[in-house]
T-cell receptor, first 117, second 113 residues
């Protein structure tokens, strides 16, 4: 059973370009979470999605950032018009269906390291 | 809303013990502990549910005091492989039943020979 798959592992974008980060959850998992991690800092929650629904986006910046988790295919975190401050590691985690994370762990992907030049 | 972890960093010699604390100002339903090595994904260690449960994982155990909204991670007889950054993730009580994990800033543990 493959784990949470994220791609690309490394992404370099020039300022003003768009970045698309993909996350395929573990088989059977219907909950996806995106986190951002700056060097030497903790994991900052961005958005929580279930299939075709955004459950909680309280951690998402109001502009330029969007996320989706379509019925078919991976979850996508999209950053438009990237700026240097967007450089970070972006981690995706997934968990099985049920009442969120109340009784089960979230499994993390290897992350996408975004560098904006 | 972010849980507070202490200490921020600790250095141990092999075989020594350590305690990492995590506290929240909000009523918690569960606490999750993860370890992350440099450049890698966080790896799940254990989950503690409301009810003051104490869980164990080899020589790593944890407790959850729901009255104080605190959790502690206990590492005994530390090994070199324990080095990494430890994060606690907390889930607050919610009527909806769907809340994401909010993580602390982490505790950097270094075990030296």
């Amino acid at each position: 059973n493959a784990g949470v798959m994220q791609n690309p592992r490394h992404l370099v974008r020039r300022r003003g370009q768009e970045a698309r980060l993909r996350c395929s959850p573990m088989k059977g998992h219907s909950h996806v979470y995106w986190y951002r991690q700056l060097p030497e800092e903790g994991l900052k929650f961005m958005v929580y999605l279930q299939k075709e629904n955004i459950i909680d986006e309280s951690g998402m910046p109001k502009e330029r950032f969007s996320a989706e988790f379509p019925k078919e295919g991976p979850s996508i975190l999209r950053i438009q018009q990237v700026v240097r401050g967007d450089s970070a590691a972006y981690f995706c985690a997934s968990s099985p269906p049920g009442r969120g994370l109340r009784r089960t762990e979230a499994f993390f992907g290897q992350g996408t390291r975004l560098t904006v030049v | 809303q972010q849980p507070v972890q202490s200490p921020q960093a600790v250095i141990l010699r092999e075989g020594e013990d350590a305690v990492i604390n995590c506290s929240s100002s909000k009523a918690l339903y569960s606490v999750h502990w993860y370890r992350q090595k440099h450049g890698e994904a966080p790896v799940f260690l254990m989950i503690l549910l409301k009810g003051g449960e104490q869980k164990g994982h080899e020589k790593i155990s944890a407790s959850f005091n729901e009255k104080k909204q605190q959790s502690s991670l206990y590492l005994t007889a530390s090994q070199l492989s324990y080095s990494g950054t430890y994060f606690c993730g907390t889930e607050s009580q919610s009527y909806s039943g769907n809340t994401p994990l909010v993580f602390g800033k982490g505790t950097r543990l270094s075990v030296i020979a």
